[in-house]
């Protein structure tokens, strides 16, 4: 026997049905909210555009350096050649092999904050966050791929440098940009500049 309907309802039509469907599209939106203010990053939809969304690392890049095994306080009270030779995380370089490398014409790409960049950077660095590398490829394909790059931003545990290094050997190939010697810089900026190594202000 057919269960009646309520008037202006079509026959099979069960709200208790849609009500409880609704309640668990409620919920999970709820989850998915709560979920999202507790990590580090927002989560990306399909469909929409996350510029700090970083692509999984290639071989020899670490994006997560261990904060463990680097000792900020330390680097904090040493200046000029004191700094040339302390110790980085490994997989980095220090500020003695940077400085030989800008002696020799290394390309050095910023990836802090532009404002960081502008009031102080290395003498002739690019400054190229990982959100601009795929935006200003073309400007990155005037260099000679042969061309060593350096990449740094506050050092230590600062995931910056590992993040633009990571996109720019990742995606740079399809883009015609095939750097064959990318480094990472294990101190930041101003140990550079605590070093006396030369610097330069404003933009590029």
Avoid: K
């Amino acid at each position: 026997m057919r269960r009646p309907t309520a008037p202006g309802t079509r026959p099979g039509f069960c709200m208790p049905t849609i009500v409880r469907a609704l309640a668990l599209v409620g919920v999970a939106g709820l989850i998915g909210v709560g979920h999202s203010l507790t990590r580090e990053r927002p989560i990306a939809f399909a469909g929409t555009s996350a510029p700090d969304t970083q692509p999984e690392p290639r071989e020899g890049f670490r994006t997560s350096p261990d904060p463990e095994t680097y000792n900020a306080s330390r680097v904090d009270t040493l200046s000029g050649d004191d700094l040339l030779d302390e110790p980085v995380l490994e997989g980095m370089i220090t500020l003695r092999e940077a400085r030989e490398l800008f002696e020799q014409g290394a390309l050095f790409l910023d990836s802090r904050h532009l404002e960081n960049f502008e009031l102080g950077h290395i003498e002739g660095a690019v400054w190229m966050p990982a959100s601009e590398v795929l935006v200003r490829a073309e400007e990155l394909m005037a260099f000679d791929p042969a061309t060593p790059v350096v990449i740094y931003c506050t050092g230590g545990t600062c995931d910056a440098s590992h993040n633009t290094a990571s996109r720019l050997t990742t995606y740079g190939p399809d883009l015609g940009l095939d750097f064959a010697d990318v480094r990472i810089l294990g101190l930041g900026y101003e140990e550079w500049e605590r070093a006396g190594l030369p610097t330069a202000e404003g933009d590029q």
